[in-house]
T-cell receptor, first 113, second 113 residues
Framework: DAGITQSPRHKVTETGTPVTLRCHQTENHRYMYWYRQDPGHGLRLIHYSYGVKDTDKGEVSDGYSVSRSKTEDFLLTLESATSSQTSVYFC????????????FGPGTRLTVT | GDSVTQMEGPVTLSEEAFLTINCTYTATGYPSLFWYVQYPGEGLQLLLKATKADDKGSNKGFEATYRKETTSFHLEKGSVQVSDSAVYFCALSLIGTASKLTFGTGTRLQVTL
């Protein structure tokens, strides 16, 4: 299995509070992604990174920001959590120079009350 | 825009039955196609892939053929097992798009004894 960890694995927070989710990889892959998974929607891309300090938006980026200060870490921040951001969040990595495959982390279940 | 359409689930089969999960796509370019599987409580794992027309991806008894003329990538298995119970996602990726994946909504498969 690809070395991808996510923390925390579960979190319950209140509306209006900031939340940061962390993705850590040991594979030295250039690309990292954040997806959210919701019933009836599959997985949707929030943000992605193609290198240290290089990030771009996905299809559902509103209300989220990301940072990547090291190759191995990609942080997703909800500046002010809302109930609509209750979801399961997955991090993924890839190295497009080698293959198109993405490798996924175990997920973080976030509940905003 | 690009999209993937999967048959709605759940699909319930008896062990050793034949499985087909339909997947069709629309894409602005020439995509690579993937099937991912998600077991309960886990992240997504790549099941198989195909990168050009008429390619057949296969793994663990599952197969899917890239049909450009019908824009389809249907997943098949000749004899399912209880351990195949999971959610299956069809996805596409286009060259030059940072390997971003566009997912279908997923199809839950339940296999019973």
């Amino acid at each position: 299995d690809a070395g991808i960890t996510q923390s925390p694995r579960h979190k319950v927070t209140e509306t209006g509070t900031p939340v940061t989710l962390r993705c850590h990889q040991t594979e030295n892959h250039r690309y990292m992604y954040w997806y959210r998974q919701d019933p009836g929607h599959g997985l949707r891309l929030i943000h992605y990174s193609y290198g240290v300090k290089d990030t771009d938006k996905g299809e559902v980026s509103d209300g989220y920001s990301v940072s990547r200060s090291k190759t191995e870490d990609f942080l997703l921040t909800l500046e002010s959590a809302t109930s609509s951001q209750t979801s399961v969040y997955f991090c993924a990595i890839s190295e497009p120079d080698v293959s198109y495959e993405q490798y996924f982390g175990p997920g973080t279940r976030l509940t905003v009350t | 825009g690009d999209s993937v359409t999967q048959m709605e689930g759940p699909v319930t089969l008896s062990e050793e039955a034949f499985l087909t999960i339909n997947c069709t796509y629309t894409a602005t370019g020439y995509p690579s196609l993937f099937w991912y599987v998600q077991y309960p409580g886990e992240g997504l794992q790549l099941l198989l892939k195909a990168t050009k027309a008429d390619d057949k991806g296969s793994n663990k008894g599952f197969e899917a053929t890239y049909r450009k003329e019908t824009t389809s990538f249907h997943l098949e298995k000749g004899s399912v097992q209880v351990s195949d119970s999971a959610v299956y996602f069809c996805a596409l990726s286009l060259i030059g798009t940072a390997s971003k994946l566009t997912f279908g909504t997923g199809t839950r498969l339940q296999v019973t004894l």
